[in-house]
């Protein structure tokens, strides 16, 4: 056995091993999806910024930088206000902190992965008017999962997003139809993005005109 039956196993030895890795940080992202977002970051065609819209506590985040590291690419630009959506507030982090920042940074720290992010403590429509406009290579969006908010996500981040780059999309499924009705608009036949596949929640698309 050997050549592709070899690379495949060991992508699974990789990927076990990162799940086992991460498995500490709170979050809601399942290992496979984290494993698609650090394939992406590692191995992604094209040039350009990672960008990540709502960060949490650092899961998705540190599949990112992990796999971006890996090939010493690009670190991840993580955008939130780590102040929590209005279902979290009852959360014990942010009655005591009301922040979750201190733990993003901890367990970023912790799995050796955060001197490769660059937290952005803002909203997202912040953070896009502030961005320097360099080309995304790859765009994460995780932030508010309302129709209009993940609209205007796009709307904003849309334009730096190079030909061919990588829009990924969280939370599609009946629980949010705010973000499945966007995600049909976005691509549809005369919408921005073209499909390429859906892994458990998660949509991988890429911006039409490569």
Same mark, same amino acid.
């Not at 090939?71 to 939130?80: F, I, L, T, W």
């Not at 765009?139 to 730096?160: C, M, N, Q």
């Given at each position: 056995?050997?050549?592709?039956?070899?690379?495949? @196993?060991?992508?699974?030895?990789?990927?076990?091993?990162?799940?086992?890795?991460?498995?500490? @940080?709170?979050?809601? @992202?399942?290992?496979?999806?984290?494993?698609?977002?650090?394939?992406?970051?590692?191995?992604?065609?094209?040039?350009?910024?990672?960008?990540? @819209?709502?960060?949490?506590?650092?899961?998705?985040?540190?599949?990112?930088?992990?796999?971006?590291?890996?090939? /010493?690419?690009?670190?991840?630009?993580?955008?939130?206000?780590?102040?929590?959506?209005?279902?979290?507030?009852?959360?014990?982090?942010?009655?005591?902190?009301?922040?979750?920042?201190?733990?993003?940074?901890?367990?970023?720290?912790?799995?050796?992965?955060?001197?490769?992010?660059?937290?952005?403590?803002?909203?997202?429509?912040?953070?896009?008017?502030?961005?320097?406009?360099?080309?995304?290579?790859?765009?994460?969006?995780?932030?508010?999962?309302?129709?209009?908010?993940?609209?205007?996500?796009?709307?904003?981040?849309?334009?730096?997003?190079?030909?061919?780059?990588?829009?990924?999309?969280?939370?599609?499924?009946?629980?949010?139809?705010?973000?499945?009705?966007?995600?049909?608009?976005?691509?549809?036949?005369?919408?921005?993005? /073209?499909?390429?596949?859906?892994?458990?929640?998660?949509?991988?698309?890429?911006?039409?005109?490569?």
């Amino acid at each position: 056995m050997e050549g592709a039956a070899l690379r495949e @196993i060991l992508a699974v030895s990789e990927f076990l091993g990162l799940g086992r890795r991460f498995a500490e @940080i709170e979050g809601w @992202i399942s290992d496979i999806e984290g494993y698609v977002l650090y394939r992406l970051a590692r191995d992604g065609e094209g040039e350009g910024a990672i960008v990540e @819209i709502g960060s949490w506590m650092g899961k998705s985040t540190a599949w990112l930088a992990a796999g971006s590291l890996a090939r /010493k690419r690009e670190p991840v630009h993580a955008v939130d206000t780590f102040e929590g959506s209005a279902e979290h507030q009852d959360m014990g982090v942010l009655r005591e902190a009301g922040t979750t920042f201190h733990r993003f940074t901890e367990n970023l720290t912790r799995v050796g992965v955060f001197d490769h992010v660059k937290p952005r403590v803002a909203t997202s429509l912040e953070a896009a008017a502030g961005w320097d406009g360099r080309p995304i290579r790859l765009l994460f969006i995780d932030g508010d999962h309302a129709y209009d908010a993940v609209k205007a996500d796009l709307e904003a981040w849309l334009p730096f997003v190079a030909p061919g780059g990588y829009v990924v999309f969280d939370d599609v499924i009946d629980a949010f139809p705010g973000v499945q009705q966007l995600f049909a608009e976005a691509t549809a036949e005369t919408g921005p993005l /073209k499909r390429l596949m859906g892994v458990a929640k998660i949509w991988v698309t890429r911006k039409k005109g490569a």
